[in-house]
């Protein structure tokens, strides 16, 4: 089946690709794909319908931000049906077929470690407390795809401030849900479950960086990481970590999923840079997801931290953004 599936792979490519070097990287992906058993799925973009679960409106309790009002979102179909989630499978249609075993409430999140309110929350008080906001921000993927996603969250740093970290609190570790029977794809060694990703503290007090609980004023659908999940639109899209079920402040910088998975193409950093190519993915263009046709998708220049150098190259000053990338 998987050699089946490399072949078409192939032939797209071939009419896929116009550029030489794009090309190579593709086919050394593939390669590697083949060998991992990971990320074809960049090809499955043409999604017909699939709602996927979602759930209540929150449109009442969601104040509108000026964050991306210039921007057009993408359909709710579309960033329903084009998803990276390997808890649910490797395919960019997976997630909204299967994720239906996802049980998104009741949902606690643990939050621990290097901070004085240590608990166990249910999600309901947890949130409860803040504001929801509506935020359009722009989304990139490593893969070189991108998209413009209107979110429903709070802010992180409000949620952070809460439970007083520690001077010795240095990095913010999130973790995924670990559950073989809601997440049939952890029951494949695909990743080294459960999925963690983490900031440094200044990051995540940033004000850009936010706690998503929704999209298009309603919540989650579990394909996109229902009930919880984390936005940094400045950082590629493994950064943005789904269906969190703990919180942990530490002093030492942690290895998150695909810098284990490959500590040689995945960084801790991952600010989204046209300059730094991915081994397998020029970063210098990106493919406008649903825009263009099959054979001339539409591509954009990508942008320095995504366009949100303004607010966030500060946190940078002084670190090389090619050896940390
Ligand atoms: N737990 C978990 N979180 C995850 C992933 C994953 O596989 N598991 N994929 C990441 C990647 S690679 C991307 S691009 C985004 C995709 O988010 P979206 O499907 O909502 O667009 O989720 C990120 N968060
Ligand atoms: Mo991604």
């Given at each position: 089946m998987k050699n089946k599936v490399i072949k078409v792979m192939k032939k797209i490519t071939e009419h896929y690709i116009t550029d030489e070097s794009h090309y190579l990287n593709r086919r050394s992906f593939i390669k590697k794909s083949a060998r991992f058993g990971i990320g074809l799925a960049a090809f499955n973009a043409f999604s017909s319908s699939a709602e996927g679960v979602h759930g209540g409106d929150l449109s009442d309790k969601t104040i509108l931000t000026n964050y991306g009002k210039d921007l057009t979102p993408h359909s709710f179909k579309e960033i329903t049906n084009y998803n990276n989630f390997y808890e649910f499978g490797t395919g960019k249609r997976d997630p909204a077929k299967n994720a239906h075993t996802l049980k998104p409430k009741p949902w606690h999140v643990k939050v621990s470690g290097e901070c004085a309110k240590q608990g166990d929350y249910d999600l309901e008080d947890f949130i409860a407390p803040y504001q929801l906001e509506e935020r359009t921000y722009r989304f990139r993927c490593v893969e070189a795809w991108s998209m413009v996603i209107p979110w429903v969250g709070v802010?992180?740093?409000?949620?952070?401030?809460?439970?007083?970290?520690?001077?010795?609190?240095?990095?913010?570790?999130?973790?995924?849900?670990?559950?073989?029977?809601?997440?049939?794809?952890?029951?494949?060694?695909?990743?080294?479950?459960?999925?963690?990703?983490?900031?440094?503290?200044?990051?995540?007090?940033?004000?850009?960086?936010?706690?998503?609980?929704?999209?298009?004023?309603?919540?989650?659908?579990?394909q996109n990481g229902a009930p919880l999940r984390l936005v940094v639109p400045w950082k590629y899209g493994f950064k943005n970590i789904k269906s969190i079920v703990s919180i942990h402040f530490q002093e030492t910088?942690?290895?998150?999923?695909?810098?284990?998975?490959?500590?040689?193409?995945?960084?801790?950093?991952?600010?989204?840079?046209?300059?730094?190519?991915?081994?397998?993915?020029?970063?210098?263009?990106?493919?406008?997801?649903?825009?263009g046709s099959f054979f001339s998708p539409k591509k954009r220049k990508t942008e320095l931290f995504n366009g949100y150098g303004d607010e966030v190259a500060h946190l940078y000053t002084g670190l090389d953004l090619v050896k940390n990338f």
């Open positions: 802010p992180l740093a409000s949620v952070l401030k809460t439970f007083k970290p520690t001077s010795k609190a240095k990095y913010v570790v999130f973790k995924t849900l670990m559950d073989k029977e809601q997440m049939p794809g952890q029951k494949r060694a695909t990743l080294n479950w459960p999925y963690i990703e983490a900031l440094t503290i200044a990051e995540a007090m940033n004000p850009l960086s936010f706690l998503a609980v929704g999209l298009y004023g309603k919540t989650l659908p579990n910088m942690p290895i998150n999923t695909w810098q284990d998975q490959a500590a040689s193409e995945y960084g801790f950093y991952a600010n989204v840079n046209p300059e730094v190519d991915h081994p397998r993915w020029s970063q210098a263009r990106e493919r406008v997801i649903g825009k």
